[in-house]
């Protein structure tokens, strides 16, 4: 099975569970926002990874301005056709999607 994990704050209890899954056989790929300002996991792949999984993100070229009313609709609509394309082009079958705006 195909499965886009998406986390949109790249949160570091997430990324586990893309490993698990990616390790019971499923081809995985983990999504996260790399413009969002903030701490975050580590979205990389380690010796020990299997396979399927795939660490990426989705770009709006700038800091993502969380504070900004007009700016952060703007760059949440933006983000959300990025996060769009990719699913797109990785055609999953099933999608989890967490902490999303």
Known sequence: MRLLVHDFGC?????PLARWFAAQGHEVLHLSARDLIGPKGAPS??????AGLTFDTVALGRPFRRYSLPRRLWDEARYGRGLAAAITA???DLILSANTP
């Not at 949160?11 to 990324?15: E, P, S, V, W």
């Not at 792949?45 to 299997?50: E, L, N």
């Open 11 to 15: 949160y570091a209890f997430i990324i």
């Open 45 to 50: 792949r380690t010796v020990d990874d299997p």
């Open 90 to 92: 990785f055609q999953p």
